[in-house]
Nanobody
Framework: QVQVVESGGGSVQAGGSLRLSCTASGSIFSINAMGWYRQGPGKQRELVATVTSGGSVNYADSVKGRFTISRDNIKNTVHLQMNSLKPEDTAVYYC??????????????????WGQGTQVTVSS
């Protein structure tokens, strides 16, 4: 099985900073990409930032210039540095992992795996 564990959420005032971390472990042997999504109250889950194993990054327009995603491929860990936080950033942040796991016969398949989420609350 694959385990995806997030940490670093909390409550801050507007303008503050938080750093989220996520580590994937278990049966996964190769990761294509890792990223962060968030879901605010009454809203659908949306992409925040992603990074591929090759280092390509993608950010939602709403966080460009404020958030930075980074990855340690050896440790299967991704971080999200969040600066200049705004109340609209309040959401549960989920770590997402796309990677390969072994199947029967020595084959593998690609799947998406999600963490439990960590709450980020930004007050005005």
């Amino acid at each position: 099985q694959v385990q995806v564990v997030e940490s670093g959420g909390g409550s801050v005032q507007a303008g503050g900073s938080l750093r989220l971390s996520c580590t994937a472990s278990g049966s996964i042997f190769s990761i294509n990409a890792m990223g962060w999504y968030r879901q605010g109250p009454g809203k659908q889950r949306e992409l925040v930032a992603t990074v591929t194993s090759g280092g390509s990054v993608n950010y939602a327009d709403s966080v460009k210039g404020r958030f930075t995603i980074s990855r340690d491929n050896i440790k299967n860990t991704v971080h999200l540095q969040m600066n200049s936080l705004k109340p609209e950033d309040t959401a549960v942040y989920y770590c997402q992992v796309e990677g390969q796991t072994y199947s029967t016969g020595g084959n593998y398949y690609t799947g998406n795996y999600w963490g439990q989420g960590t709450q980020v609350t930004v007050s005005s």
